[in-house]
Every structure is written in C-alpha cells, then in structure tokens.
C-alpha cells in the first residue's frame, strides 16, 4: 500500500521553542495531507485539513498561530507548533490521501519539557 | 462527531474469528465505511472499505447491512498480532474533498 513517513519519529524539547514536524507521502501525490494529534488511550483528534497550495483548514478549538502548517510540495507537509509547551505533549499522526482513501504515517511523539 | 458507534472492547480466541461490529445509521448515500486498526503506538493502518457491496481483502471482510446502517468487520483467523483498536469510520464530505473523523473504536484483545 501507499507509504506516508514522518520526521522525526520522537523530540524532546524545552519549553517555549518550536518544533517542526514534516509528513511526506513517498510513492504518490497527495493534494490533501491531514493532521491528527492523540493523547494515551484516547482517540485521534483531527486538527485540520491541509491543502497544497492554499491554506489549512482547522478545526474549531485548534490555535492556527499555535500549530503552523505548510503544505509546500505535492509530496510534504509539516506542522510547526509554536512556544511549546508541556501541555502540547501528544502524539502527532499525519495522514494523506490518495484517491479514496486515507493513508497515515507512523506518528511523531512531541515530549515538552 | 463520529458518525459511528462502536463496542468499547472484545475478545477473541486465537485462531478463531473476530466479528467487531459498527453502527452508522446516519450515513448518506454516497458516504463509504471505512475500518482502521492502530497498534499500540503506532499510525492506523488501513484494512478495508466499502460502499453497499460485501469487501474481501487479504486482511478482512466487510459486511454492510442492505440499509447500510451498520456494517462488520471480520478478521477471519484473529491471531495474537490482531490485538489492537478497530476504527470503524464513515468520512464527512468537504467540498472538493473530505475528511475523516475518528470515534472511540473497538480494543480487539485476541488471546491464546
């Protein structure tokens, strides 16, 4: 099946630096890139919709200046999230689509110290 | 919201198949049944979808009900490796596109 990768795998960061995560789909062209985020035992939480070329849709409650997404290229997007801080601590999923179906890669854990 | 509900948690004997059920009563007509597995840190995977018609794949079969408000998943031989969390999804049309909103799922334990 389509392969989507993310990186880095897992960070840990200081609180009140930002953290860059990119999402790559790696054997297709993904107009549409999606990103979740997931706290232990509970289930994913979409954020918002990303679109090449345009501007990211969020979900209602989600900060757009906090979680900053590009999707630049066909084949990347990243997710920067802003003055981090402990409670930003999750369990980043990014997924792609392609065609009908969803695709996700293998998640970024984000530890804020 | 998740357009679906699902069973919190189900065992399953190893060897033995696993039936996880899903109900989607809201559905459009044109809206398809997706089914998702995560592995304990790990990224869903995809297993199977579909739209009216039964699904086989080399993971699973997907049964939907004639009304299509409810559907199962069959995992015929569950072995140990099936334990997981089983997201039945049904997506939500945007214009252009759409997008996938995740319930609780199902905690698969298949136990030797």
């Known amino acids: 099946g389509a392969v989507v990768s993310q990186h880095p795998s897992r960070v840990i960061c200081k609180s009140g630096t930002s953290v860059k995560i990119e999402c790559r789909s790696l054997d297709f062209q993904a107009t549409t890139m999606f990103w979740y985020r997931q706290f232990p035992k509970k289930s994913l939480m979409l954020m918002a919709t990303s679109n090449e070329g345009s501007k990211a849709t969020y979900e209602q409650?989600?900060?757009?200046?906090?979680?900053?997404?590009?999707?630049?290229?066909?084949?990347?997007?990243?997710l920067t999230v802003t003055s981090a801080h402990p409670e930003d601590s999750s369990f980043y999923i990014c997924s792609a689509r392609n065609g009908e179906t969803q695709y996700f890669g293998p998640g970024t854990r984000l530890l804020v110290l | 919201?998740?357009?679906?509900?699902?069973?919190?948690?189900?065992?399953?004997?190893?060897?033995?198949a696993a039936n996880l059920p899903c109900n989607h009563s809201t559905i459009s007509g044109n809206e398809y049944v997706y089914w998702y597995r995560q592995i304990h840190s790990q990224g869903p995977q995809?297993?199977?979808?579909?739209?009216?018609?039964n699904e086989t794949n080399e993971m699973a079969s997907l049964?939907?009900?004639?009304?299509?408000?409810?559907?199962t998943l069959i995992l015929p031989h569950a072995t140990l490796r099936d334990t997981a969390v089983y997201y039945c999804i049904v997506r939500v049309a945007l214009a252009g596109g759409f997008k996938t909103i995740f319930g609780a799922g199902t905690r698969l334990f298949v136990k030797a």
Do not use: W
């Open chain 2, 46 to 53: 995809y297993i199977i979808h579909g739209l009216k018609n």
């Open chain 1, 61 to 78: 409650g989600v900060e757009k200046d906090k979680f900053l997404i590009n999707h630049a290229s066909l084949t990347l997007s990243t």
């Open chain 2, 63 to 71: 049964i939907i009900t004639e009304d299509r408000k409810s559907s």
């Open chain 2, 1 to 16: 919201d998740a357009k679906t509900t699902q069973p919190p948690s189900m065992d399953c004997a190893e060897g033995r």
